[in-house]
């Protein structure tokens, strides 16, 4: 009993440190990449982002965000990738979104947008003890795992990026038939954006 307890604690600890790691957005993930593209003439700024989501009743399992900044001589654009993870069950994205900066509410127009389902089988098996004391592995069943992805692409004009500049949260907006996704750009991941559009 004493060792089950040790060991349950420890990864009781494990599993917090990890949850706490996701929900401040301390990935690995999160630094700013500078890289000159020769062909455009442009400093091109990428930002990763991924945003794990713990509510049980959203049909969203994680969105990866990508946000790029190209600087050229003449102007500053902001292209972002978003990718949607949804579970089996749910419904298609519609094809739109709506970003929300202190309750103002912006609907960037969408200019790439792809569906895809991603299915994943895994083997279960078991470790049988045969006759002569040899073990064997056999085949006990099969699970699967099926995901629904969804991919935007847009851009943002000067007029949302000034005001996300002053924001203390900002959101992002889908819908999946009856289900409204909801992602929430805020902490360390909303300074590491700030922190971009000063690049």
């Known amino acids: 009993m004493k060792t089950r307890i040790s060991f349950l604690g420890k990864y009781a ?3 917090l440190l990890l949850s706490l790691i996701l929900s401040t957005g301390c990935s690995l993930g999160s630094r700013i ?3 000159y593209d020769q062909v455009q003439k442009v400093d091109r700024y990428k930002l990763d982002l991924n945003y794990p989501d713990f509510n049980l009743r959203s049909p969203l399992l994680y969105m990866e965000q990508s946000i790029v900044k190209e600087v050229s001589a ?3 654009k902001y292209s972002v990738y978003d990718v949607l993870v949804l579970n089996s069950a749910s419904y298609r994205v519609k094809e ?3 970003i929300i900066v202190e309750d103002e509410i912006f609907k960037p127009a969408v200019t790439g947008l792809e569906y895809d389902n991603a299915r994943e089988i895994r083997e279960k098996s078991e470790e ?3 006759a002569d004391s040899s073990t064997v592995k ?6 699967e795992n099926n995901k629904k992805i969804t991919r935007f692409t847009y851009t943002l004009d000067n007029d949302v990026i000034e005001r ?3 924001a203390s949260i900002v959101l992002f907006r889908y819908y999946a038939g ?16 700030k922190r971009l559009i000063e690049k």
């Open 13 to 15: 600890s494990l599993l």
């Open 33 to 35: 990449y500078k890289k």
């Open 74 to 76: 003449k102007e500053s």
């Open 96 to 98: 739109e979104l709506y």
């Open 128 to 130: 049988v003890v045969r």
């Open 138 to 143: 056999v085949v006990t069943g099969y699970t």
């Open 164 to 166: 996300i500049r002053k």
């Open 178 to 193: 009856p289900d409204m996704v909801t992602i929430k750009l805020k902490g360390l991941k909303l300074k590491r954006v």
